[in-house]
């Protein structure tokens, strides 16, 4: 099996940073793409960021300039760095990720992390 794991969440003013940082662990092959969605209640799961194992990115337009995603590929892991956070950042920010396990070369299979609260609020 797989699991993501996050952490990093809570509550921050706005202006504020938080890190967020995700690991998978478990039977991987390959690691595709990692990424950060978030939800805000009432409203649609949504992309915030993503990198491929090349380390290419794509950023929801609402967070460019403010928001960075990194991986570090021998641990499997990503981290999203939120700068100058606005409370309509206020969301539950899920980990996903692509991943190719041993059992089925040439399958990848979406994983999602559990979820991490961030609130910006003053």
């Known amino acids: 099996q797989v699991q993501l794991v996050e952490s990093g969440g809570g509550l921050v003013q706005p202006g504020g940073s938080l890190r967020l940082s995700c690991a998978a662990s478990?039977?991987?092959?390959?690691?595709?793409?990692m990424g950060w969605y978030r939800q805000a209640p009432g409203k649609q799961r949504e992309l915030v960021a993503r990198i491929t194992s090349g380390g290419n990115t794509n950023f929801a337009d609402s967070v460019k300039g403010r928001f960075t995603i990194s991986r570090d590929n021998a641990k499997n892991t990503v981290s999203l760095q939120m700068n100058t956070l606005k409370p309509e950042d206020t969301a539950v920010y899920y980990c996903?990720?692509?991943?190719?396990?041993?059992?089925?070369?040439?399958?990848?299979?979406?994983?999602w992390g559990q979820g991490t609260q961030v609130t910006v609020s003053s």
């Open positions: 996903n990720a692509y991943i190719v396990r041993p059992e089925h070369l040439g399958t990848e299979y979406s994983y």
């Open positions: 478990g039977s991987i092959f390959s690691i595709n793409v």
